[in-house]
């Protein structure tokens, strides 16, 4: 028997969701959080925001703006789309069709051989291309990017410095997997999403500010979606949510922020937009946002901790993740799929098919990149539970 929509809150979920937002605040440095939930037409449900803004005196509320992190990968596939749509580029054309040879040569060297020119745009959307990632490449006796960034000691750096540091210092994870309908092993690694905003600048001939501003955000009216050192950003009002790394804050380094390539925006920004991708209202021909989650490849598991980036269980399409536990870790009530993305400063966006709900919202706190995977299990279950009009566990 199918789940019914939910069309409003009772009392007793709008409590339990008060009590989540607020005990996300204060353990592993969070300063502040917001949750936000929605029909997947985008309509809004419920939203909730708590803590400090700016670390002082300035609250949360629903209307700031927040740091996506990796979640902008999502809006970075859909302006890859977008130019596909439009004729061009070509998901299966290498990045060395549109970027000079002289940035893309010898980057993925494996076992001797140079496999740059197998790389096409599809590989770099679903992380299927091995090229490892730039932010935590160590040079020999030096410390990752990613480190020196959070240290404040690397000011700011571009496509350029990226190729530079993994042709000079990487090494592939392995040969670009071929895209022929069985699943392959794959490795998170935010270089693929660099050179694919260096691709759509190089094609739109504009900052990436201005290519989203035409390919996505005047088409869904996302009016505060902005990235960081852009008229939109000194204008914001609020204005936008301090970002940490434990008790750093990284909002302050203007020109990392700037360089990671990652936007902020609302929480009604991102409901709207993953609604768009939802409905397909996001592309010219809705069947365009099915190439995102179309084939699914699992992402390796790592014991070693990886300060960017997801892996085991989660699995990567194009720009999207699909988050679902395996059934061994809930037998007795199987969490139902989630497909979107999350970021490194525990931001998430979602939609789950199953329920016909949005979810979005971050906690801005590196140290704490897990919430969204500890949080989504317990959101679902109470969501699924006053659909079916369970009494929720106590």
Same mark, same amino acid.
């Given at each position: ?6 069309? !409003? ?35 809004? $449900? ?25 979640? !902008?990968? /999502? ?16 998901? @299966? ?5 549109? $970027? ?6 010898? $980057? ?19 992380? +299927?291309?091995? /090229? ?12 990752? $990017? ?28 392995? =040969? ?53 050192? !852009?008229?939109?950003? +000194?204008?914001?009002?609020?204005? =936008? ?5 434990? @008790? ?20 009604? @920004? ?17 069947? !365009? ?39 061994? /870790? ?5 969490? =139902? ?58």
């Amino acid at each position: 028997m199918p789940i019914p929509a939910l069309e !409003t809150l009772s009392p007793d979920a709008t409590r339990r969701l008060n009590g989540m937002v607020t005990r996300l605040v204060g353990g592993l440095g969070v300063r502040h959080a917001i949750l936000a939930v929605a029909r997947s037409d985008g309509s809004p $449900l419920w939203l909730g925001a708590t803590g400090a803004a700016d670390g002082g005196c300035t609250r949360m509320t629903a209307d700031t703006p927040y740091f996506l992190a990796s979640v !902008t990968k /999502l809006y970075i596939a859909t302006g890859i789309l977008r130019l596909m749509e439009q004729g061009r580029v070509s998901l @299966d054309a290498g990045m060395a069709a549109y $970027l000079p040879q002289e940035l893309v040569h010898r $980057l993925h060297v494996w076992r001797g051989k140079d496999q740059t020119g197998e790389i096409t745009l599809r590989h770099l959307l679903g992380h +299927a291309a091995g /090229l490892p990632d730039y932010l935590v490449i160590r040079p020999p006796g030096g410390t990752s $990017l990613f480190e020196a960034a959070a240290a404040g000691a690397v000011e700011r750096w571009g496509i350029g410095e990226i190729a530079d540091l993994v042709r000079e210092h990487g090494r592939p994870d392995f =040969p670009p997997r071929p895209f022929d309908g069985r699943r392959h092993t794959i490795r998170y690694s935010d270089t693929n999403f660099q050179f694919l905003i260096a691709v759509i600048e190089a094609v739109t001939g504009a900052s990436l500010q201005a290519a989203f501003d035409d390919l996505i955000f005047r088409r869904l009216g996302l009016s505060h979606t902005f990235l960081p050192a !852009t008229p939109a950003a +000194a204008s914001a009002t609020p204005a =936008p949510a301090a970002v940490w790394l434990g @008790d750093r804050r990284l909002d302050t380094l203007t020109g990392a922020m700037a360089s990671f390539n990652d936007l902020f925006g609302t929480a009604g @920004d991102q409901l709207r937009f993953m609604a768009a991708l939802v409905s397909g209202a996001a592309f010219d021909d809705p069947a !365009t946002a099915r190439l995102m989650t179309a084939h699914w490849n699992p992402l390796a598991f790592s014991l070693n901790p990886r300060p960017v980036g997801p892996g085991w269980p989660m699995e990567y399409g194009l720009g999207t993740i699909r988050y679902r536990l395996p059934r061994l /870790l809930t037998p007795l009530r199987p969490m =139902p799929e989630l497909v979107g993305h999350t970021g490194v400063t525990g931001s998430w966006l979602f939609h789950c098919p199953e329920l016909g709900i949005i979810t979005a919202g971050t906690v801005d706190q590196a140290t704490a990149a897990a919430t969204p995977y500890r949080l989504m299990p317990r959101l679902l279950d109470l969501l699924r539970r006053e659909m079916s009009h369970e009494t929720p566990f106590r």
